[in-house]
């Protein structure tokens, strides 16, 4: 059974910086694809970057050239790196892994998540 555990998240002003973390255990980490996504207050599940068990990455519109998603498979590791926070970031940030197939922007095509990690961002 494939566990994702987030850290990282807190509270930070705007235009701040934060990178969250998801380490994964009880799986063979470098063949899944990873993603991040967000759920705000009120929001349904919303895609936010994803990377590849081949190393290439995708993002949403909406933080592309503000948010880096990285992965270093000898530490079953995922990073998202976030910069310039907006008020509008604040959400709970899960991870989640796709053991077949590449990186889409369906939750319902991960098969396992993390818990979340909440990210407030005050203006």
């Known amino acids: 059974q494939v566990q994702l555990v987030e850290s990282g998240g807190g509270s930070v002003q705007a235009g701040g910086s934060l990178r969250l973390s998801c380490a994964a255990s009880?799986?063979?980490?470098?063949?899944?694809?990873m993603g991040w996504f967000r759920q705000g207050p009120g929001k349904g599940r919303q895609f936010v970057a994803g990377?590849?068990?081949?190393?290439?990455?995708t993002y949403a519109d909406s933080v592309k050239d503000q948010f880096t998603i990285s992965r270093d498979n000898a530490k079953n590791t995922v990073y998202l790196q976030m910069n310039s926070l907006k008020s509008e970031d604040t959400a709970v940030y899960y991870c989640a892994a796709r053991p077949l197939g590449d990186v889409t922007t369906t939750p319902r095509e991960y098969d396992y998540w993390g818990q979340g990690t909440q990210v407030t961002v005050s203006s």
């Open positions: 990377i590849s068990w081949r190393g290439g990455s």
């Open positions: 009880g799986g063979a980490f470098s063949r899944y694809s």
